[in-house]
């Protein structure tokens, strides 16, 4: 059986105490992460370090990742958060979002640079590309296809797409184990992807932010 990663991305939402209300809502419903399932929260990083205390004491299966790591050592550059920083709390860091891209004008060259730090932390990068052609750097294991009409617009890619693109994707960089879909990842459309032989989890973000929702996801996947 191949082995699911659902990851919530919840991009700049949530304060302190949000956070602690999302939690307790799984602790609640007596939530375990389902056999064969890796559940990665990928939240602020301001939140990192509470999440991990909290997740350490009642729900330690659940992983945490960065939403995306310097393309810098340690050192004199102001505002960054580098990948020995973001390993002290996590195993994942997301690289090359599209609101990375448009918004904060990363480059490929930059995000082959944040893929080189955070390998050299031993962690792993979940590498989102918005098509086929987009470049994959070396190294990377996990990608998520994420295109961008599909990001936060209530209209999901096709499965029949999707698959298409995790077959090319898979193809063209053997070092590639995973592909993750996102877009527009519901409770009710989820395992239209997951049930796809090529597609090896989701990438959820609005529907992450609401801990009902996200458990009926990671259910349903
Ligand atoms: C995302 O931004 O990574 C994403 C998948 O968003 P949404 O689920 O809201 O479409």
């Given at each position: 059986?191949?082995?699911?990663?659902?990851?919530?991305?919840?991009?700049?939402?949530?304060t302190r105490l949000?956070?602690?209300?999302?939690?307790?809502?799984?602790?609640?419903?007596?939530?375990q992460v389902p056999q064969g399932k890796e559940v990665i929260v990928c939240p602020p990083y301001h939140l990192l370090p509470f999440i991990k205390d909290y997740l350490l004491e009642y729900i330690a299966?659940?992983?945490?990742?960065?939403?995306?790591?310097?393309?810098?050592?340690?050192g004199s550059?102001?505002?960054?958060?580098n990948a020995t920083?973001?390993?002290?709390?996590?195993?994942?860091?997301i690289v090359g979002h599209s609101e990375r891209r448009k918004y904060f004008s990363e480059t490929d060259e930059m995000l082959e640079e944040?893929?080189?730090?955070?390998?050299?932390?031993?962690?792993?990068?979940?590498f989102c590309v918005q098509g086929k052609e987009t470049k994959i750097?070396?190294?990377?294991?996990?990608?998520?296809?994420?295109?961008?009409?599909?990001?936060?617009?209530?209209n999901p890619d096709t499965p029949e797409d999707a698959e298409e693109v995790a077959v090319v994707i898979k193809q063209k960089n053997p070092q590639v184990k995973a592909v993750l879909y996102g877009g527009s990842v519901t409770a009710d459309n989820v395992n239209s992807f997951t049930n796809v032989s090529v597609i090896d989890g989701v990438l959820v973000g609005?529907?992450?932010?609401?801990?009902?929702?996200?458990v009926g996801i990671v259910g349903n996947a």
């Open positions: 059986m191949k082995k699911l990663f659902i990851v919530a991305n919840w991009k700049s939402n949530k949000e956070a602690r209300e999302w939690l307790q809502q799984f602790v609640k419903r007596d939530f299966e659940i992983k945490l990742g960065a939403q995306d790591v310097s393309s810098f050592p340690s550059y102001t505002g960054q958060i920083q973001v390993k002290e709390f996590a195993e994942y860091a944040k893929v080189k730090m955070a390998l050299s932390q031993d962690l792993t990068p979940i750097p070396s190294g990377v294991t996990v990608v998520a296809y994420e295109p961008i009409a599909a990001i936060g617009t209530g609005g529907a992450s932010l609401d801990a009902k929702k996200f």
